[in-house]
């Protein structure tokens, strides 16, 4: 993911065709290791190609790859019938007792 973010930083500084060398300084600038072998291959792959047109071919795969939260809110809507839930239930509420003795326990206290 470096990599491709220092390609795309180099595209958007006004390279249109950033060489390996460009890529490894933008790297190196942020104290990143570079990775000659995917860095050839990044652009290997990228070559003669658009930008805009690579990240619109992504969005458009990324766009079918399904999510974990659409899944759980269909199976929590199926397990309830679709209604929701009862409010004829009364809320208990829970007191909790401050135990200010802790302060002495530590032997200091915070508001003091």
Do not use: W
């Amino acid at each position: 993911m470096k990599i491709i973010a220092a390609y795309l930083l180099a595209v958007l500084g006004g390279n249109p065709s950033p060489s390996a060398e460009d890529l490894k300084h933008i790297l190196s600038s942020v104290g990143a290791e570079a990775d000659d072998e995917m860095i050839a291959l990044l652009l290997a792959q990228v070559k003669d190609k658009d930008i805009t047109e690579l990240i619109a071919a992504g969005r458009e795969k990324l766009a079918t790859v399904p999510s974990g939260g659409a899944a759980i809110a269909v199976a929590a809507s199926a397990d309830s019938g679709g209604a929701a839930p009862a409010a004829d239930e009364p809320k208990k509420e829970e007191k909790v007792e401050l135990n200010e003795e802790s302060d002495d326990e530590m032997c200091f206290s915070l508001f003091d």
